[in-house]
């Protein structure tokens, strides 16, 4: 199948700095990426879709201004959790379409814990 | 309004001892179903993916059944590698693309 890097798998940051996240797709052009966010022991949580070369498109409760999306070429999105707090500790994961069939594909996710 | 629900939310078999997941939605536009196995600390590994009710696939001990309400992962003779949460998650088109993912179903599978 599609493979989806993420980097980095975990980071570990003070209160008040911007950490920022990656997402890959290794063997395939992604040109929509989506970012989830998972509390421990609960589903997935969309929280954006991130569209190459335009604005991303937030679910209603994300901030934009907090939780900032880039996604500059078909293979790379880019999350930036910035002025981060402890309640912004959390798993984040991506994932892209791996092609006409719909699927999705994931990244292997990144453990986010702010300090 | 769309909704993917998932029972039940937490399993525990003995090795051997077979059974069945399950996933039932509620949306409109559907364009297809898809499972995922995610084992703690890592993202979803893709599993399945059906489009039509009927359609049957399989991998290994694990099998996954679609109608047009629910779907079923059933394990048979699961052994403990098999340990992992069973996300299902669903496809559907109103207006644009939207994937809705169901709370997942932890299953624990004794030795």
């Known amino acids: 199948g599609a493979v989806v890097s993420q980097h980095p798998s975990w980071v570990i940051c003070k209160s008040g700095t911007s950490v920022k996240i990656e997402c890959r797709s290794l063997d395939f052009q992604a040109t929509t990426m989506f970012w989830y966010r998972q509390f421990p022991k609960q589903s997935l949580m969309l929280m954006a879709t991130s569209n190459e070369g335009s604005k991303a498109t937030y679910e209603q409760g994300v901030e934009k201004d907090k939780f900032l999306i880039n996604h500059a070429s078909l293979t790379l999105s880019t999350l930036t959790v910035t002025s981060a707090h402890p309640e912004d500790s959390s798993f984040y994961i991506c994932s892209a379409h791996g092609g006409a069939t719909g699927e999705l594909f994931f990244g292997e996710g990144s453990r986010l814990t702010v300090l | ?111």
């Open chain 2, 1 to 111: 309004e769309d909704q993917v629900t998932q029972s039940p939310e937490a399993l525990r078999l003995q090795e051997g001892e077979s059974s069945s997941l399950n996933c039932s939605y509620t949306v409109s536009g559907l364009r297809g179903l898809f499972w995922y196995r995610q084992d703690p600390g890592k993202g979803p590994e893709f599993l399945f993916t059906l489009y039509s009710a009927g359609e049957e696939k399989e991998k290994e001990r694990l099998k996954a059944t679609l109608t047009k309400k629910e779907s079923f992962l059933h394990i048979t003779a699961p052994k403990p590698e098999d340990s992992a949460t069973y996300l299902c998650a669903v496809l559907i088109t109103s207006g644009t693309y939207k994937y809705i993912f169901g709370t997942g179903t932890r299953l624990k599978v004794l030795a």
